[in-house]
């Protein structure tokens, strides 16, 4: 007697419904997140349709400085005016709208940017951290007074900028792929790694360069002790605060970037057949969309801690010369520009 044949049909049907559950369940995962993706949108939508655009920047303006002025009244009245004694009013108009247009720049720089208000938040904290370190550090400002005057300049910021510009509404929704750029164990690798870069920036020149431009430069110091005895564990408390916003304010945005169609083209570029000034503006800017965010972001950075620092120092503070506000302003800057290349070696194609 013949062995019957068993049909090949029975085994292939648990395969193929298997399969079509699986593809079922992908085709759910891929809806729900174009659904909250959506959803967030139209948050965003018509969160910044409540006012009128014109009224936006305004506003935020004119938040900034009614909670800023809150804020350092606040602590005075609880430090028994301790920030006071160690800085100065503006004594001309000049000075005046020097300083108040230069906090208008910095929010203009963060609104036109597109920064949301945890961007905004970290770009006050490498504009303004170095004043109030240099304030802790030299002239004997307690620490809690530091951190309670940078977090009313930070709040002053991020708050305005949470309560117009919803957060994350700039960038939209992240996507799948980056949810997995930006998770937590990369947002701290490249925390750690600022905060490497900027203690080694601090400790060499406190320890090396600044100890000859504090001495001449800026009068009424009680020692330059700190500066002698600079080491990696003392300054790391507040390193690592510089390190998370230089993470926030930098990498974050670069790892979001994806393709753009300006890739292609650059890509695509011929220098044979192109002109003189295509050919110019491609070596000079002829990069992908992810490189120029990490440059603008890094030049932003760059900049909000040179000038901030620097306008610090001689316009609100007593008996530091312009050279010597110059010199310090530089090492944040240093600092500001090796984290923003380092970030972009970590997220590069």
Partial sequence: MAPTRRSAKPDATPTSKTEEKAAEANAAVIAEEEEEEDAAAGAVESTEGKLPFAMQFPLIIALNF?????????????????????????????EVALVAGWR??????????KLDSLEAGAASILAHGPTFYLLAAFYNLTPATALSALAVD??????????????????????RADRDVLDIPMQLLTTILSTGIYTVTLVLSLRFLMPRILVIYFSGLPSLEPAYSASYTDVLPVTVLFGLAASTFIFAPFARTGK??????????????????????????GYTA?????????????????????????????GIESTGAAAYASLWAVA?????????LVGGD
């Fill in 66 to 94: 009614a909670l800023s002025s809150l804020g350092r009244m606040i602590i005075s009245q609880v430090s028994n005016g301790e920030l006071e004694l160690l800085t100065r009013t503006q004594d001309t108009r000049g």
């Fill in 104 to 113: 208008m720049f910095e929010l203009a720089v963060g609104w036109f940017g």
């Fill in 154 to 175: 930070v709040l002053s910021v991020a708050l305005p900028f949470y309560l117009v510009r919803p957060l994350s509404s700039t960038n939209g929704s992240p996507t």
């Fill in 260 to 285: 753009a169609e300006e890739d292609a083209k650059i890509e695509q570029f011929d220098p044979v057949s192109a002109s003189l000034g295509q050919t110019v503006c491609w070596n000079f800017w």
């Fill in 290 to 318: 992810k490189t120029k965010v990490v440059i603008r972001r890094t030049a932003a950075a760059v900049l909000l801690s040179t000038v901030g620092t620097y306008l610090a120092c001689t316009k609100t503070m007593y």
């Fill in 336 to 344: 500001a520009l090796f984290a923003g290349v380092g970030l972009g």
